[in-house]
């Protein structure tokens, strides 16, 4: 095995996309952080391709050797990023000129705010959606999801932003939010 996907290369990857700015950077070091955490169990002959991992499998292991530092939903949004680093990942081996990373929403949801949770994995991936009207054109291709820390336990999430976003849909969007602050 070249090493071509491996543990580390799945690794360097995620970098990758967060430095040549094909996924947001908080979101790669989301899913990398998971990979890490994750994949950090197998051993060396496991970890030469993890393009091939039973991920249902793995988190059985992972549970029984980590689970009690993670609540059951924490686990769950693990899995996501792994599932989701993995996918981009052989997507981007099998033809890297064709490569576009997966977004986590069809783009037909907005997430509102998220309640405050316990963790930094809950609090960063907890959030409310619901359809909106159809347009008559898809929409542009967007970030999966940017979370935002504003507290040590909230984390919001922004979804659905197109990567060609202007200056003044910028500006429109912190006009809700900002209109949306408290002033007690």
């Known amino acids: 095995m070249d090493g071509k996907r491996s543990r580390e290369a799945l690794l360097e990857f995620l ?6 700015g094909l996924m947001n950077k908080a979101t790669a070091s989301a899913r990398k952080a998971a990979a890490n955490s994750v994949l950090s169990i197998l051993d060396g002959n496991e970890a030469e391709d993890v393009t091939i991992i039973d991920i249902d499998q793995l988190f059985v292991r992972y549970a029984n050797l980590a689970g009690s530092k993670y609540k059951p939903e924490s686990l769950n949004v693990y ?48 959030s409310v959606s619901r359809p909106i009207a159809s347009v008559s054109s898809p929409p542009p291709a967007s970030v999966s999801i940017l979370p935002i820390p504003i507290r040590p336990e909230l984390v919001v999430q922004i979804q659905g932003l197109p990567y060609d976003l202007t200056p003044a849909e910028a500006n429109k969007i912190a006009n809700v939010i900002r209109a949306m602050a408290s002033t007690e």
Not at 106 to 122: A, C, L, M, N
Request: avoid cysteine; charged fraction near 35%; proline fraction near 6%.
């Open 15 to 20: 970098d990758y996309l967060a430095k040549k």
């Open 79 to 126: 899995r996501g990023r792994l599932k989701a680093a993995i996918e981009d990942f052989k997507n981007y081996q099998n033809n890297p000129m064709t490569f576009r990373p997966s977004v986590q929403s069809s783009g037909r949801k907005v997430t509102e705010r998220p309640r405050v949770g316990q963790g930094e994995i809950d609090a960063a991936d907890r």
